[in-house]
């Protein structure tokens, strides 16, 4: 009986008026988008001992201030595994090999502002990217 009395009382005491009803709250909606980048069309940055740089700038995406400033940006490449399997994997992304004794590696990354989005990759010196997909989701 006495354990029941202080459960009964815990649950009790806790109660009170409701206050009162806040601001509602905007339902969160991502932006979704699908930018490809053609092997050909990346713009060459230069290269250094070992390593081929590349990018490619996206204008007129809907990236608004709201965004840029208190939103987020989550981007990820589209890619075929090992096995034939297309995958999504997160960006930034760094991916290493090795084929016949020689190590190469790839690497993916991005920025942006308000209006643009700008996707990166390093390659081994001499090679292109190849075609590559990106997805981004924005969230105001």
């Known amino acids: ?19 009162p009803q806040g601001e509602p709250g905007k339902d969160l909606e991502f ?6 980048v053609k092997s050909g069309d990346w713009i060459s940055d ?4 070992n390593v081929s ?12 201030e709201y965004t840029y400033d208190k939103g ?3 981007v990820f490449l589209y890619r075929v595994d090992s096995k034939g399997n297309e ?9 290493e090999d090795e084929i016949d004794g020689v190590k190469w590696k790839e690497k993916y990354d991005y920025d942006f502002d308000s209006g643009s989005i700008c996707f990166y990759a390093e390659c081994k010196k001499g090679q292109r990217p190849p075609t590559c ?3 981004v989701l924005m969230a105001p």
């Open 53 to 64: 740089f590349f990018s490619y700038l996206f204008t007129d995406v809907d990236v608004s």
């Open 31 to 36: 932006y979704r988008e699908t930018f490809e």
């Open 133 to 135: 997909e990106f997805r």
């Open 46 to 49: 230069g290269s250094d001992d």
């Open 72 to 74: 987020a940006v989550f």
């Open 1 to 19: 009986v006495l354990l029941l009395s202080i459960i009964a009382f815990t649950f009790t005491s806790c109660e009170g008026p409701t206050g």
């Open 87 to 95: 995958t999504q994997t997160l960006v930034p992304f760094s991916y």
